[in-house]
Structure formats: structure tokens, C-alpha cells
């Protein structure tokens, strides 16, 4: 059974139409790239997954079970975690607090108005685990603003990974990073275990390469090229689109 | 780093036990009645102030609707009992009233945010006063409806002035206490992340419609106790207290003494209500050194009265801390 299916997906702002009829099957554990020039539909099509956006047609499904009408807040609960190009932390509180609140998103006690959650510690452990798989869990304590964009991207993946999810979405990961910074992260990445499944919208063509096996490329909203990597760095239609710059 | 951290706590468990000496003993060291009826004021519209600030602060939604909730809680107490129903009972329906009222509010005021939120409350609590004001077989209209005499709980009369500051120091102290274990709560803790991060939030597998209406529940529940405990302290309810300028002037309160705090709300409380009732007997015009005192404020400290003390007490003890060394060090610091 496949982690994710869409089939059929269609999105038009007004007379704009952003995807086009996108059919996309990834199996489990696999770690699928998703490119494709600016304006091609990616994080539109990441939305119509996460359910931000309503589809027009067409329908998503997840481990076979359809989910095209589940509202957005209920999917992290079926196993489905995302980050945001555009780093979308809360930035007046600790990084742990981030990730516990990551962790009590799925949890019945984020209904709970009585008990400490600073002193529970179930969510200080957890949070901690997450924050050391992405190399963090010495600087849990530090108050988001006092730490550089490389920290926040990774911060972004721990609460990802804190949810434990079965399929994975990540937007840009690698967006305005240094080598450095860059190099961290693909770590993080590297280290998540196979029984997640992980697709990934990436601009960064060296490190996402080395990162999918397979990639589909998006142009207008529409899938032009899909397979492994030599195939679809070697498709003239993707020395076109993209990389014939 | 945990020594501190206790040190401070200690000076926090002080202050608070001073606050509640001070409280307590308000009856035996002010002189005369008018000052314990200032003092139950106080409380009564720091209950208010509070149910406002879990909105405007830990939930990021202003209203300026909260008079008409505060003034249709006490307009049920006033009307069930001039009704001929004893005070238990009207008290219940007040605060049922209160309650629904304030469901309603939510439903069709949660359909938007911000500014949206702050006009569709705007027209409710108009809409409220309007009613008060011309539905004149349930309300009298302009004349208002007067209440006669107080509840006597346990056998304790609350006519008696000291009493009723007695009864609004225990609810007071309740309230706080509500509203302190509520921000620390995991409820709280999602809260105030739909009021920095609502995307996030339902992307994490929260229910942002959801968590903000039972905030507005919790909002309005303060508020329909302070609109009873006011009702029973005036003795009298008149569509003046529906007013907007009685929504904005509770908004005041929690602006000014800051909001998403818990000690803000009550010093805001303190503020407005020692001036409208203490300087106005020395001042005729008491509304302009009150707006005086607000422009001080937005210049001085526009996050509100207590955390910019906090910060403006911090500047001076680090300006100090950093005198007699050289202040190499303090550059670190500085967002």
C-alpha cells in the first residue's frame, strides 16, 4: 500500500490555475524530491495535501485511507507532519516550548486547563529526544529569539519529527542556509528512520539529489517528469524547465 | 541558575502574602466606608478586567463588546429579581444568561480575528445596549431597574459594606487563582500559541476555533460574575452601563496595566477606578488627568504599567550592575 496517493488533484485561484490534474503515488519510507521552478505549484500542492487548501478535484489519501475531506488540524493526528518555507515558530517562547507544543498538539491534555505543563514532565523528555535528533537538546532552554536561522530550521524539524509522523512534508528545508548550517541539517535528514516516509519541496539541488530517490518535477502545475534521479536529471524536458539556466 | 530562580520565587511568595495581608486587613487601616466600597470596586472590576485579558491577552482578540455581557448578567439579576425570585436563583439564570450570551458573541464573532473581531463584538454589545435601552416592558428603559438589598450567604449579611468587600475579596482571589493556574495549563500553553501562531497551531493538530470559544466561555464566565457582583453593589442596573464607553474603559484597564499578564488587569482595574471615584471627588476633571495618565503610559511604557516597570526596573538595576565595571559586557544583552 502506498504512504501517500493523489490522484486527479486540481487548485484554480480564480482563472489561475495552480495544479493541474497531479497524480502522485509515494511508497513507504521512500524520500521523494519534489522540484520544479518558481511559481510551478509546490508549497500549493504541499497545502492541498496538508488539506490548508481545498482541492477542486480530485482526492489524497493517506495509507490508503482517504483523507481529501479530513479538515487540516485532523491529519497530524493520522500521521502527517509538515514544515513551513517561511519559518513559522513561536518566537516568544523557549525552543522546548516549541516542541512541546508540537507534542501536545496530539496529545488529549492540550484540553487540560488545571496542571503545569512546564512541570509535566512526559512532554520535557519527549521534547528533549526530538530536539537531540536534531542536535539542539543542549540549548533546549534558550528563548527562540536568541537563536540564528540555521537553529530555527532545525527547531522546525524537530516539532515535525516530536509528532512522530508517518509521512513527512518538508518545504525548503535548506532555504537560506549557510554550508554550514546546510550541512546540519542534511544530517538531521539523513538520520530519520526508513519507516518515515519523507517528500521534500528543494531549490538546493546538490544536497536534495543526494537526498531523493526519486524525483518529480513540476512546471505550471502539472507533473512533467517523474522517476529516479538519472532519469530525471538526464530528461532534456528537466534541462528545459530547470536546470537549463 | 536553580538558585535564582527559587530566590525569586521567594520574593514572589513574600509579595503575595504582603498583598494578602494588605487585602485582608483594608477594612481595620482605611477610614470610613467610602474607602472599602472603593476597595470592593476595585475588586469587582479587577474580576472583570481579568475575564477581558484572557481575550484580549492570552487569546489575542479584543472585544469591545464586554459591557453588554457585563451589563445583561447584571440586567438578569436586577429583572429575576424584581420578578419576586430569591437570590440563588436569580444569580443562576444571570450567570446561564451571561453564559449563553457570551456563546452567541463567540459564534458569530470567531468567524474572523483582529479587526473583524474587534467590530462584530462592537455591534453585539451595541446591539445589547440598544435592547436595555428600548425594550422598555422587560428593562424600564433609561429608567433602569433597581435592586433591593443584598444576599446574606451563611448568614452573613452583604448590605453591611465590609462584608460585600469581604465577598468580592473571595471571589477576587478565586478569579485569580483561576486565571493563574489557566495560563500555565496545557490549555493555556494552546491558547496563547492560536493568538501568536493560529496556522502553526492547526498545522500541529489543534482546534483553533474551538480552544478560542472555550476561551470565550472562561471570558464571560469572569464577566457575568463581576456584572452580578456589581448589580448587587449599586443596587441598580441602567443601559449607562452597557455603554461602549463602559467596553472601552475595561479595555483601558487591561492596555494599561498589560495585557497577557496577571497582575496587569488589576492594576489596570486600580488604576481607573481610583481615579473615576477617589481623584473625581478632588478634580472636576478627572477625564482629562485620566487620559493624561494613558498618553504617559503609551509613552512610557506602552506595553502596559507592570512589564514595563519589570523592564524599566531591569534597566536600572543592569545600568547600576554595569557602573562601576567596565560595560564591555552588557552589549551581549541587547536584543
Known sequence: ?245 | MIEIFSATNKLRFIALAIALVALISLPFWVSGIYYINVGSQILFFAVFALGLNILVGYAGLVSLGHAGLFGISAYATAYMLQQGFGHTTAVAVALVIGLASMALFAVLSLRSSGIGFIMITLALGQILWGLAYRWISVTDGDNGIPVRGRPAPFGYSLTDPVNFYYASLIIFIVAVAMVFIFVRSPFGAALMGTRDQPRRMNALGYHVWMIRFYACLFSGLLTAVSGILFVYYTNFISPQTLALTSSAEVLLMVISGGPGTLLGPIVGATLVVVIKTVVSGFIERWNFLLGAIFVAIVILVPEGIVPGSIRLWRLIVRKRAAAPPAPAATTERTP
Open chain 1, 1 to 245: 500500500m502506498s504512504a501517500l496517493t493523489i490522484s486527479g488533484l486540481n487548485k484554480s485561484f480564480g482563472g489561475l490555475h495552480v495544479t493541474r490534474g497531479v497524480d502522485l503515488d509515494v511508497q513507504p519510507g521512500e524520500r521523494r524530491l519534489i522540484i520544479g521552478p518558481n511559481g510551478a505549484g509546490k508549497t500549493t500542492l504541499f497545502n492541498l495535501i496538508t488539506g490548508e487548501l481545498t482541492p477542486d478535484t480530485g482526492s489524497v489519501s493517506l495509507f490508503g485511507q482517504d483523507i481529501t475531506k479530513t479538515p487540516s488540524r485532523d491529519r497530524p493526528h493520522l500521521g502527517m507532519a509538515r514544515t513551513y518555507q517561511i519559518i513559522t515558530l513561536f518566537g516568544k517562547d523557549t525552543i522546548i516550548h516549541n516542541v512541546r507544543l508540537a507534542l501536545l498538539g496530539l496529545s488529549p491534555m492540550r484540553w487540560n486547563p488545571w496542571t503545569n505543563l512546564r512541570r509535566d514532565d512526559r512532554f520535557t523528555e519527549a521534547g528533549h529526544k526530538a530536539l537531540a535528533r536534531v542536535g539542539l537538546s543542549h540549548i533546549a532552554d534558550r528563548p527562540l529569539s536568541q537563536t540564528s536561522y540555521g537553529e530555527r530550521r532545525r527547531v522546525e524539524i524537530a516539532m515535525a519529527l516530536a509528532q512522530e509522523p508517518k509521512v513527512l512534508l518538508l518545504d525548503e528545508p535548506f532555504a537560506g542556509l549557510s554550508i554550514d548550517e546546510r550541512r546540519d541539517v542534511h544530517k538531521c535528514l539523513m538520520a530519520i528512520p526508513r519507516d518515515v516516509t519523507i517528500v521534500m519541496i528543494e531549490h538546493n539541488m546538490d544536497v536534495a539529489l543526494e537526498f531523493a530517490e526519486r524525483i518529480t518535477l513540476l512546471h505550471f502545475g502539472e507533473v512533467i517528469v517523474e522517476g529516479n534521479r538519472a532519469e530525471v536529471v538526464n530528461d532534456p524536458r528537466t534541462r528545459e524547465v530547470y536546470l537549463g539556466h
